[in-house]
């Protein structure tokens, strides 16, 4: 029998950037779990708020001043991130090296705030359903951030290795990205929820 080459596709890329990659799919498609997970947990707030008869539950509203400043580090957080998607698919390794340890720090600052921001709810997880859908809110998106915090360390410490400058790792910085737009963007209508849905 004999063989007939149709197509060379030697020399195609062995890895793609953005949509072309199959890691951006995998990142979209967690978004989307996740933020139908957020969906739910921020119905469950509304259902068990549109039950009670005070809200919050035999609690004061929850102090603005630590949700406030989490809020305003990850909307600052929004430019460099934006920076580093770029600067990756330009495949710039000097200016990703600097944006990722900056999106590193800023990281790391909202989960320093969030240790005042849990005793700043005024009230305990196991006091009643207001508490533990408040606990419950905060704790996924603190998940969220942790979690994107160790994917962001981990591709910082790789972008100074021999491991780093190569198509494969800016298409990993470029998903890191997107994945952190999505941390904010789900956090501002939790932070509506807890913040403000008790004081209107």
Not at 30 to 55: D, K, N, R
Not at 87 to 109: N, T
Request: hydrophobic residues 55%; contains cysteine.
């Amino acid at each position: 029998m004999r063989e007939r080459i149709v197509l060379d596709l030697g020399k195609l890329p062995l890895h793609g950037m953005g949509a072309a990659s199959l890691t951006w799919w995998g990142t979209l498609a967690f978004m989307l779990i996740e933020g139908t997970g957020f969906a739910l947990a921020i119905a469950v707030y509304l259902y068990l708020m549109s039950l009670a008869t005070v809200w919050p539950i035999n609690a004061p509203p929850p102090g603005l001043l630590p949700g406030t400043l989490v809020t305003l580090i990850l909307l600052v957080s929004l430019v460099p991130n934006i920076l580093v998607s770029h600067w990756a698919e330009r495949q710039d390794l000097r200016k990703v090296r600097i944006g990722m340890v900056i999106m590193s720090i800023l990281g790391i600052a909202p989960l320093i705030v969030r240790i005042f921001e849990f005793p700043a709810l005024k009230v305990s997880w196991d006091s009643n359903a207001y508490g533990s859908v408040v606990w419950i809110l905060l704790g996924l998106h603190t998940t969220h951030i942790i979690t994107d915090l160790v994917d962001t360390l981990v591709l910082a410490a790789l972008m100074f290795t021999r491991h780093g400058p190569n198509s494969r790792r800016f298409g990993d910085v470029q998903d890191n990205a997107m994945y952190w737009n999505f941390v904010v963007a789900t956090w501002l209508p939790i932070y509506g929820c807890i913040y403000w849905m008790g004081r209107l």
